[in-house]
Structures are given as structure tokens and as C-alpha cells.
């Protein structure tokens, strides 16, 4: 399953990490991985993680929120 989380970072055109600390690896290397590799990276998270400083959109909501935002976002 790594290896297929690892693949699929390194070729996708958006990463979206949702409620994670991005602290336990190596699960938390995959944001930085797609991003490394051209991908656009949204997180969303109430809190910063150290996903914040390399995410081209942030929304600070809890999960269930945030993935509504995101929804209204891309509907546009």
C-alpha cells in the first residue's frame, strides 16, 4: 500500500491531505513528495502542520467543513 501511496504522489496533479498532523511518517513524507513533483497541494486542517508552509491552498476547517469548501471551491 506504500508503495502505491508513493507512486500515486509522485504522478498526481493534486495532493489533498485532510486532518492529518503530518507528523508519522512515512505517510507524512507523501504531501512533500507530490509537491516535490509539480502537484498542487491543499490541505485541510483547523491547525497549521508542516504541510502549511509548502500548501498552495489552506483551509482552516475541520474535515467535514473543509472537504464542503473544497467542493464549493472546484463547483466554480
Known sequence: ?????????????I??????????????????IA?????KLIEINPQETPISKIADIKIREKASLG???????LEV
Not at 472537504?67 to 471551491?73: G, H, N
Request: aromatic share 6%; proline share 5%; hydrophobic share 45%.
Open 1 to 13: 500500500a506504500l508503495k502505491t501511496a508513493i507512486e500515486s504522489s509522485q504522478s498526481c496533479d
Open 15 to 32: 495532493f489533498v491531505s485532510i486532518g492529518t498532523s503530518a507528523l508519522v511518517y512515512p505517510a507524512a513524507s507523501l504531501p512533500f
Open 35 to 39: 509537491k516535490e513533483n509539480g502537484a
Open 67 to 73: 472537504v464542503e469548501k473544497l467542493v464549493k471551491i
